[in-house]
């Protein structure tokens, strides 16, 4: 069921797996979707190391390679620091790359991610999220994403398996694309994500060839082969790396538009939508918001609804683009409110809160002197309950209605 | 029908994971919407593992552990002695039990109504190791009713295949047929 139907194939065709020529609905986990997806976006190199704490995507597409379904190079290397410079090299050679990791994974690539990043290659990675050494815990936490925040990487943070699925689809589309050309990071949440299983709708393989289409219509990228008259990241001694710094902010900053541009032809073409850069839930009417992110939201849009229905006036902001920040869109969906609350599931050393909030703050310093609350939650595996985040709404409430608040809860 | 949330208690290498993904698999093979993961420690043969299950008719947005089980399921008779094992358990709840035990008392006070197979002997008499999950799902199937031996069986084929596949279904058979349900 696995064969490559080379053969049938029309001349020039890409070939199509029987086990990818038709859509199909799957109870996978968010470590399949991810490989999944991965997979449907034909990457030339995958590169990874197979060792705890990494994940089952690339178990899954080294299936997939076994099994003739994925045509690509896939490099096991001998840490992840090469799988990092192996999937550099392969995007600026002009291939699409991919690769996988985890916490001390991530954070064991972190020098040769700037390098990616700084050379503009368009690789694209999944973080599952664990906490990184220090206290061995390679459970689920959101502080390796933080960790890798300045690399100049473009990091998105999704809420179940589905949009594991299809913000992978995205991101190639994303990172490839001529006006932006910087690799993206995917992020979900260890256990709570990556080992759930649901049911997800998986497109044909053609469909995902049509989405991805427009990337070969683009000018070309530089490819940099061997023998070939063209260098990158030799030098850039004082005017020449400003140059290049302030260029690859400004892709940085171009992200936020074309993000909301690539999900709006994925939903026309697959008819689902996740917001852009953020997803607002019951804000409009909205006194006070909590602003959270990944797993934590879905747990937040029952809980907001409950208190809905006792008559609490509460809305909902789900982050989904990390980096860039979307502070425009932050400050619009927060505008006016009451009292304002940020979960975060990893904390910021020098603050003394979580750093979705401090961020969050930033973004909306010029808004007055609203409540702003910090919670942090869900460190290490620690469970984000419903009674957990009712107890933050009631305090965001509290806050707003002018009595004394904490700034700064840890929970439980 | 109401939504329903299962715990699965194990140790590493009884496949509770596995059976609380094919749980999901057979509720979804009859058109639910299907939640599960599991939740443990560093990986280790032997030691406690939880994993959970939910299903429902309207989609399932929760992220969290199951705290209130309309359900538990024991693949291992020696976890009885953890105390929190039956925390949470709802009064009407069912707790589907891998035991060659007679009970002639309820394992616990909370526990009213038990579905009991000493699946581990069936499982070496059909698998050969002892792996008992595939036939606690079909115990599960028979003694609930939430999900039929038929979607069991297809759930198991989302996961296995093979000669590995018509063991399992034959574990998974057993368990149906030779489960005993008890109220105290």
């Known amino acids: ?412 | 029908m109401a939504a329903k949330e299962i715990r699965f208690h194990g140790r590493g290498g009884q496949g509770a994971v596995l059976a609380a993904r094919m749980l999901a698999s057979a509720a979804a093979a009859e058109g639910k919407h299907v939640a599960s993961f599991p939740m443990y420690g560093f990986e280790r043969r032997g030691m406690p593992v939880v994993a959970f299950t939910r299903f429902s008719d309207e989609p399932i947005r929760e992220k969290t552990q199951i705290y209130t089980p309309d359900c538990l399921v024991v693949i291992d008779p020696t976890l009885l002695n953890i105390k929190t094992l039956f925390d949470g358990l709802k009064p009407d709840g069912i707790l589907i039990l891998n035991s060659p035990k007679e009970f002639p008392e309820p394992p616990h006070p909370s526990v009213k109504r038990a579905a009991i197979i000493n699946a581990t002997q069936v499982a070496l008499c059909e698998i050969g190791r002892d792996i008992p999950n595939t036939c606690l799902i079909g115990s599960l199937a028979r003694a609930t009713g939430w999900v039929s031996l038929e979607s069991v069986l297809k759930g198991l084929a989302d996961h296995l295949d093979g000669d590995l596949l018509k063991k399992n279904i034959r574990n998974a058979e057993r368990g149906y047929e030779e489960v005993q349900v008890i109220s105290w």
């Not at chain 1, 973004?363 to 910090?374: E, F, I, K, Q, V």
Request: hydrophobic residues 40%; glycine residues 8%; aromatic residues 8%.
């Open chain 1, 1 to 412: 069921m696995c064969a490559v139907e080379k053969a049938t194939a029309p001349a020039g065709a890409l070939p199509v797996p029987g086990i990818v020529a038709q859509p199909q609905t799957r109870v996978i986990t968010g470590n399949g979707a991810a490989a999944w997806a991965a997979m449907l976006c034909r990457p030339d190199v995958v590169a990874a190391y197979p060792i705890t704490p990494q994940s089952e995507v690339i178990e899954q597409l080294a299936k997939f390679h076994a099994d003739g379904v994925l045509d690509c190079e896939y490099v096991t290397v001998e840490g992840e620091n090469s799988a990092q410079n192996v999937i550099c090299g392969a995007s600026m050679a002009g291939g699409r790359a991919f690769s996988a990791t985890s916490s001390y994974g991530l954070v064991y690539m972190y020098d040769a991610m700037f390098n990616t990043a700084g050379y503009r290659a368009p690789a694209v990675m999944i973080n599952v999220n664990r906490e990184p050494p220090g206290i061995h815990a390679v459970c689920s936490g959101q502080q390796d994403m933080i960790s890798v925040r300045d690399t100049g990487w473009v990091q998105l943070i999704v809420e179940n398996t589905q949009e594991i699925m299809d913000m992978t689809i995205m991101a190639f589309r994303l990172a490839e694309d001529h006006d932006i050309q910087l690799p993206v990071i995917v992020n979900y949440d260890g256990y709570y994500l990556s080992f759930l299983a649901e049911s997800v709708e998986i497109p044909s393989i053609t469909q995902v060839d049509d989405y991805l289409a427009p990337l070969k219509a683009q000018p070309p990228r530089p490819q940099l082969l061997p023998g070939s008259n063209l260098g990158c990241g030799s030098h850039g001694i004082g005017m020449g790396y400003v140059e290049l710094r302030k260029k690859h902010m400004a892709a940085m900053e171009r992200v936020k538009p074309k993000l909301e541009e690539v999900e709006a032809e994925f939903s026309a073409a697959f008819g689902r939508s996740y917001g852009g850069q953020i997803e607002e839930y019951r804000t409009e009417d909205a006194d006070i918001v909590l602003v959270t992110s990944g797993s934590a939201v879905g747990t937040a849009r029952t809980v907001v609804d409950a208190k809905r229905a006792e008559g609490v006036k509460v809305g909902l902001v789900k982050l989904r683009l990390y980096r860039p920040f979307p502070k425009e869109r932050i400050a619009e969906a927060l505008a006016g409110k009451k009292a304002v609350g940020v979960l975060d599931r990893s904390i910021c050393f020098g603050w003394d809160c979580g750093p979705l909030y401090m961020e969050t703050r930033a973004a909306t310093a010029g808004d007055g002197s609203a409540p702003m609350l910090s919670f942090i939650d869900g460190l290490a595996n620690m469970d984000i309950t419903q009674d957990h985040i009712a107890g933050m709404i009631d305090d965001i409430q509290a806050a707003a209605e002018g009595r004394a608040y904490q700034q700064v809860t840890w929970l439980p």
